[in-house]
């Protein structure tokens, strides 16, 4: 009677140990499953946050060459249209002194 009462105790903690080993195994392989979808999680974030720094820095330096060269034509034309003007006057004032001595 005493060997059948030792086997059934031994058998339960043999039970006892292979679910503890199952829980174990099972919570670490949740545990690193957690930890691989938050890694993968975070570099996805990463890479898009990367992603639309670089886009943001791309149309902002575009949108700054933009502005540059309508600045540059702006100051172009204020510069080159009162040459114009004044050539053109200085052309009518020759003409109308030439006019007016003849």
Do not use: E, L, Q
């Not at 174990?24 to 979808?37: D, K, L, R, S, V």
């Not at 540059?68 to 009162?82: D, M, R, S």
């Amino acid at each position: 009677m005493t060997v059948v009462i030792i086997t059934i105790t031994i058998i339960i903690i043999i039970i006892i140990i292979i679910t503890i080993i199952i829980i174990t195994i099972t919570i670490t392989i949740i545990i690193i499953i957690i930890i691989t979808i938050t890694i993968f999680i975070t570099i996805t974030i990463i890479i898009i946050v990367i992603i639309i720094i670089t886009i943001t820095i791309i149309i902002t330096i575009i949108i700054i060459i933009i502005i540059t060269i309508i600045i540059i034509i702006i100051t172009i034309i204020i510069i080159i249209i009162p040459i114009i003007i004044s050539i053109v006057v200085i052309d009518g004032d020759d003409n109308d002194d030439d006019d007016r001595d003849g």
